[in-house]
């Protein structure tokens, strides 16, 4: 598939750009990224390597990048929407990536959808288990301009330091085998707490990728990239050989 430009689905109303690279066929990978950023975030070596196996989507989330805000963006719809994506293009089952907010949404699917998640990867979620102490900073607007819309924000930015206990509650409600990764003591959320989540679902494992801070994908792309490809390959069912 190519990268170049973006291509588009309507789902609930809502019309959502997305990327699409790397091959056609394979177990199929959603990126999904933080707030203030876009699907273009993901761009570089993660999906240079991941490509050459499988098809890798990267979302625009609601009020990001190239999609639409329709004037409400609780962390509900966001999952909602990637319900919505999925059906849109026919991926019953996939690989999902997220980082941060998106990070959020990702685990807050695999609660709703266990069985539309083949794997999950966790890349320092934001909302951790309540409350979080301190609260987490917003993001500075600067750094949200242009690919993100502010009126996406409001629903969400209250509960990433007030986060509903049910989420936490129902992490043991995750299937999927899930590896959270955390930036170590440069990051600002507490590593202690994602190493909790990590505990809290079944088949949860826990990386920790030290100095990297908050964004790990970008600040250590060649230990981030390593640690998803390694665990893709742990959980990659055996070829199946018929008898001649």
């Given at each position: ?96 990536i997220g980082h941060a907010f998106g ?142």
């Amino acid at each position: 598939m190519s990268g170049n430009g973006t291509r588009t689905v309507s789902t609930g109303g809502v019309r959502l750009a997305y990327r699409a690279w790397g091959a056609e066929e394979g177990r199929p990978v959603v990126l999904l990224h933080c707030l203030g950023e876009d699907g273009e975030d993901w761009r570089g070596p993660l999906v240079s390597q991941l490509g050459g196996a499988h098809p890798v989507y990267a979302l625009d989330l609601r009020g990001h990048g190239e999609s639409e805000q329709p004037g409400s963006g609780t962390p509900e719809d966001f999952s909602g929407d990637l319900l919505g994506f999925l059906d849109a293009l026919g991926i019953e089952r996939a690989v999902l990536i997220g980082h941060a907010f998106g990070a959020v949404v990702a685990y807050l699917f695999a609660q709703e959808h266990p069985g539309r998640v083949d794997l999950l990867v966790l890349e320092e979620p934001d909302a951790l288990r309540p409350p979080v102490e301190p609260p987490l900073p917003e993001p500075e607007p600067a750094a949200a301009a242009p690919a993100f819309d502010p009126r996406a924000q409001p629903e969400w930015t209250g509960r990433r330091s007030a986060p509903e206990p049910r989420w936490w509650d129902r992490l043991a409600a995750i299937t999927a085998p899930t590896l959270v990764i955390g930036g170590g003591d440069d990051s600002h959320l507490p590593q202690a707490e994602l190493a909790a989540l990590a505990e809290r679902i079944p088949a949860g494992r826990h990386l920790t990728v030290e100095g990297a801070g908050h964004l790990v994908h970008e600040s250590r792309p060649g230990e981030f990239t390593s640690g998803v490809r390694q665990f893709l390959a742990e959980h990659t069912p055996a070829p199946v050989h018929e008898a001649g």
